[in-house]
C-alpha cells in the first residue's frame, strides 16, 4: 500500500468519509488487541494531523506568496484575518487538550522546532485557545469606558484587544517552517507504524474511495 506523501493532493470524496471529527465517534477497530489500543489512538493522531499540519503549511504559503502583509491593514485585512485564523485552527487541532478517544501528539515532536518556531507554536495555541475558539474575557482586555459626545449624551465603547490580529510576515514565516517539520514528522511516523496496524483496517473497494465510476 502506497502512503500519501507530504506534496499529495489525494482527498477522500466528503460522502465516503468514515472518520468524524469528533473524537468520541471514531471507535478503533474491534480487531485490535488490547495492548495495542493506545498505539493505535495515537497513529489515528498521526492521519489527522496530516491533513491539520498540511492545511496550515499551504495558507502559510499562500499568505507570503501573495504578499498579503503589504496590504495590511487595508484591502487584504478581511482575507488576512480570515486565513491567519484557518491555518491556526488547523494547526492547532493536534495538540487542543483532546480528551476524547484520540489523544494530542506528544511533546516529543515539537523537539524538531527551532527556538523560534516553539515561541510562534506557544503564541499559535495562546490565540487558538483565548481569542479564535473561545473569547477569553481576561486575555482580551477588555474594558468598556464611557465617552462623553455631549454635554448631556454619554456612549459606552469596549475597549478590547484585536482577537483577529494575525502573525506578523516574520513570525509567518516561522509558523511556514514549523508546519512543514511537523507534516513531514508525522508522515514519517507513520510511514514506521502502518505496517504494525494495516492488518487490523477493512479492505475498501474503488468506489469507498473515489465514489460511483464509469
Not at 28 to 41: A, I, Q, T
Amino acid at each position: 500500500m502506497t502512503l500519501l506523501d507530504v506534496n499529495s493532493s489525494y482527498s477522500i470524496p466528503a460522502d465516503r468519509l468514515t472518520l468524524g471529527v469528533n473524537n468520541a465517534t471514531m471507535p478503533l477497530p474491534d480487531n485490535v488487541p488490547e495492548y495495542h489500543r493506545h498505539r493505535m489512538s495515537q497513529f489515528y493522531r498521526l492521519i489527522l494531523s496530516y491533513g491539520d499540519f498540511k492545511h496550515a503549511k499551504v495558507i502559510a504559503q499562500y499568505i507570503l506568496a501573495e504578499k498579503l502583509h503589504a496590504k495590511y491593514p487595508g484591502e487584504m485585512t478581511n482575507l488576512l484575518q480570515a486565513l491567519n485564523c484557518s491555518m491556526v485552527m488547523a494547526y492547532a487541532r493536534p495538540f487542543s487538550g483532546n480528551s476524547g478517544a484520540i489523544p494530542d501528539l506528544p511533546a516529543r515532536y515539537l523537539k524538531i522546532l527551532t527556538p523560534e518556531e516553539r515561541e510562534i507554536h506557544k503564541e499559535v495555541l495562546f490565540d487558538r485557545n483565548k481569542y479564535m475558539a473561545h473569547t477569553d474575557a481576561e486575555a482580551v482586555d477588555l474594558e468598556p469606558v464611557r465617552l462623553q459626545v455631549e454635554h448631556t449624551r454619554e456612549v459606552l465603547i469596549p475597549l478590547v484587544a484585536d482577537r483577529l490580529a494575525p502573525l506578523d510576515e516574520q513570525a509567518t514565516k516561522h509558523f511556514m517552517s514549523a508546519a512543514a517539520k511537523l507534516l513531514q514528522k508525522v508522515v514519517e511516523e507513520r510511514h514506521a507504524q502502518e505496517p504494525d496496524f494495516i492488518q487490523y483496517f477493512r479492505v475498501a473497494g474503488p468506489y469507498t474511495l473515489f465514489g460511483a465510476t464509469d
